[in-house]
């Protein structure tokens, strides 16, 4: 049996300071090499964590991490100096949120991406430049020879997105790291892009982390979903599993609450309450306060999460498609 990619084992991350807040708690999940995997959950549920620490990009000295981290056979948590650089757009690499602010707004687009494959490959300065015009036409950026020379305010937000991926996998990393990449861009580009990541992550054939809070995003794209919830994941399968039959009342609460044409005039369906706070998490479930099948037992003690082959599920109660959360 070969080997997963990417293997993470009982990760936690907590933040301290004045207030010790647990970002991550046990996370647990594999990624064959190739595959796609989609992060869904609410803001601050810890999907963005999860990304950052694979990337090892939190504070050292604010940020406490446990468990086992591993990307192609090395523990990224334990990794230090030179072979951490290496790491870092080598074997992964990471398209930010919002790429206005993952640029530096005093260099161009073709030095940034120069930068970067010299500092990882050593090649010369014509090579590096050669391989970046191919690169952004290869997420089809119009005139991309002048966009090279272009700086990062000169760009839409559109090709701002493009160019980012572009120097994400500008060498050619193993493992691709997406942080809700769309979420700035109206539709019509958000379509698009996720096209795009889908057409190159098959023509690379690299791994695939997807962070989003869109539903139609996540089926569009990966090929199975983690659902995450006060920094754990709470159910996970491939992409028809989830969408068809999900067994979290969570994880139907959010596939209720998405809006659909025929739903026009009809209330929408939410999630009622509010997450928990990460610094004061409860005893029990953490879904419990806000889950209408919640009993004593998911009020004072944290359901197990049981794992069957590709699946997981931390569930007491797991209920059926047509339940729903009421």
Known sequence: MTAPFVSVQDLTVQFTGQRKASALNQVSFELAKGEV????GESGSGKSVTLRTLMRLHPERTTQMGGVAQVGGQDVLQLKGRKLDQYRGAMASMVFQEPGLAFDPVYTIGQQMVEAIQAHEGVDTQTALRRSLQMLERVQIPQAKRRLEAYPHELSGGMRQRAMIALALVCRPQLLLADEPTTALDATVQIQILLLLRELQKETGMS???????????????????????????????????????????????????????????????????????????????????CSHATVTCQTQAPPCVVNGASSLACWHPVSGSEGVR
């Open 37 to 40: 995997l989609g992060l869904l």
């Open 208 to 290: 695939v982390i997807f962070v989003t809070h869109d539903i139609g995003a996540a089926v569009e794209v990966a090929d199975r979903i983690a659902v995450m919830y006060a920094g754990r994941i709470v159910e996970m399968g491939d992409v028809a599993q989830i969408v068809a039959k999900p067994q979290h009342p969570y994880t139907q609460g959010l596939l209720a609450s998405t809006v659909k044409a025929e739903d026009k005039g009809k209330p929408l369906m939410a999630v009622p309450g509010s997450p928990p706070d990460l610094a004061n998490l409860p005893m029990g479930c953490s879904f419990a306060a806000r």
